[in-house]
């Protein structure tokens, strides 16, 4: 199955094909005022770069967020359009869960982190086992004393991934063992990327969402603080 997957919810803009072999290809540009024009074009160049064509996909991915106002509703809007224009299944990503899928393996937890602005995040934790991500924390919107705590608070070695972290949080969580990805001007070829596995792997499994039901995240504000059921599986990604 060849899965388009397109993300602008975490600054940037991206787009990624992917079949069973893993990552086609991967296109980006950095934060800009007309998101949804940006998808389609670079839509465009990933599957030309890949040797392919609309004809060609068998699925959509997007990233559903939280995120930007602009970018989330760029990247739904868009692969609902390209997905009812194909007549292709649509697969939903959370922006979280594709932020901890593009950082790669990591020995402890990944806190996965969106600016919420106001001084608050969006954030969840994820480990990897088995080669798969689990949720170890559900999204939550978290005051910035409040993220502290909750990361400061789980066991071993911590991964801070997202727009909504930054060197100053570590300096915040007092020296705790804590480390800082930011991916730096790659984050938007590594979000598409893994959104496009991700929405691969959903559709394999018969789990294509109702594109006029699906609606993007902005801001909502899930149960905070609620832990997930004991090592529920979010994904495992290619």
């Not at 389609?40 to 930007?68: F, K, Y």
Request: proline share 7%; charged share 15%.
């Amino acid at each position: 199955m060849i899965v388009l997957g397109l993300d602008a919810s975490a600054g940037g803009v991206g787009a990624a094909v992917a079949d069973a072999g893993g990552l086609r290809a991967t296109v980006w540009v950095g934060r800009n005022s007309r998101p949804a024009a940006s998808l389609l074009a670079l839509s465009e160049r990933a599957l030309s770069e890949a040797g392919l064509s609309v004809r060609d996909l068998r699925g959509i991915a997007v990233a559903v967020g939280p995120g930007s106002y602009a970018g989330v509703r760029a990247s739904v809007v868009t692969g609902k359009a390209l997905a009812h224009a194909a007549e292709l299944p649509l697969a939903a990503v959370g922006s979280l869960e594709a932020m901890a899928l593009a950082a790669g393996p990591w020995p402890g937890v990944i806190w996965a982190a969106i600016d919420a602005r106001r001084g608050r995040v969006y954030a969840a934790a994820f480990r990897w086992e088995a080669g798969c991500v689990c949720v170890v924390q559900d999204p939550a919107l978290l005051e910035r004393p409040s993220f502290h705590a909750a990361v400061g608070a789980q066991a071993g070695p911590r991964l801070l991934v997202g727009t909504g972290v930054s060197e100053d949080d570590l300096g915040a969580l007092g020296g705790i063992a804590a480390e800082l990805w930011l991916g730096a001007s790659g984050t938007p070829a590594a979000m598409a990327g893994a959104v496009a596995l991700r929405g691969r792997e959903v559709l394999l499994g018969g789990q294509a969402v109702d594109p006029i039901a699906l609606l993007p995240q902005y801001a909502g504000q899930p149960e905070i603080g609620r832990p997930p059921g004991p090592g529920r599986r979010a994904s495992a990604p290619g």
